[in-house]
């Protein structure tokens, strides 16, 4: 019954959301039927916040190789082209490679985005505690990151939605907002990396999915809005 209440408040936000474990096996179903893939052979890379949430999120980890873990805060690729790179090399012979990738938000029974339940806690906790934390700064029109070592992932992770800020602000939902504008950031460094590191591969084929990670209570299934499925031809980059 839960489940079902969830699923109706996750589609008042996010109408193209899926449950989260049928995500996983309508997109690989979709590399082995339509692009031919042996996912037995698949080495799986995951771009997503390093919270702990995410780990049961999709069932991705029970079939593919890995995940070798290239997300950080915000689910932004902090490993950069050297970790795009490592990947590249540890991907099975006459293989593949699958990144999965995004940031994530939590919603509530009340429909409350940016909250959820975490495991063995009476009250809401921000989810993304990244994402809402930058929110809560960005409020300050005179808030500036600053880089340093002792937080080097948040600031960083605040300097690149800096751009962002006046529309996520100004947006009717802004933990939505933040959250799509996080999205679109990820998507784009990882294009980048696989292009500037598309020398690396000694494989043919990289199956992207990028999107929104949802969570909702513990215990209850996560659901996936999809924005990108593609397979990408290394040698046409």
Do not use: W
Not at 84 to 92: D, K, L, Q, V
Not at 195 to 221: A, R, W
């Amino acid at each position: 019954m839960l489940q079902r209440k969830f699923d109706e408040i996750v589609k008042e936000h996010f109408p193209k959301a899926m449950d989260a474990k049928d995500t996983s096996i309508h997109y690989l179903g979709k590399m082995q039927i339509e692009h031919n893939i042996d996912i037995s052979k698949v080495l799986m890379a995951t771009s997503v916040c390093s919270d702990d949430i995410n780990v049961p999120s999709t069932t991705f980890f029970n079939v593919l190789f890995g995940p070798f873990i290239m997300g950080g805060l915000g689910g932004l690729p902090f490993a950069g082209q050297t970790g795009m790179t490592a990947f590249a090399h540890h991907i099975p012979d006459a293989g593949s490679a699958f990144i999965f990738y995004g940031p994530h938000i939590g919603i509530t029974l009340d429909g409350d985005l940016g909250k959820m339940y975490r495991p063995r806690q009476e009250e809401t906790g921000n989810s993304c505690g990244a994402l809402m934390l930058a929110l809560s700064r960005f409020q300050d029109s005179n808030y500036r990151p600053v880089i340093n070592d002792d937080d080097y992932q948040q600031m960083k992770l605040e300097e690149n939605l800096l751009s962002y800020r006046e529309e996520i602000l100004d947006s009717e939902n802004p933990e939505k907002a933040i959250t799509e504008a996080t999205y679109k950031i990820i998507d784009k460094k990882i294009h980048e990396h696989i292009k500037s590191c598309k020398g690396e591969y000694h494989v043919d084929k990289v199956t992207l999915l990028g999107g929104i990670i949802i969570n909702t209570d513990y215990g209850l299934d996560d659901y996936f809005v999809a924005k990108n499925f593609e397979v990408i031809d290394v040698s046409s980059l």
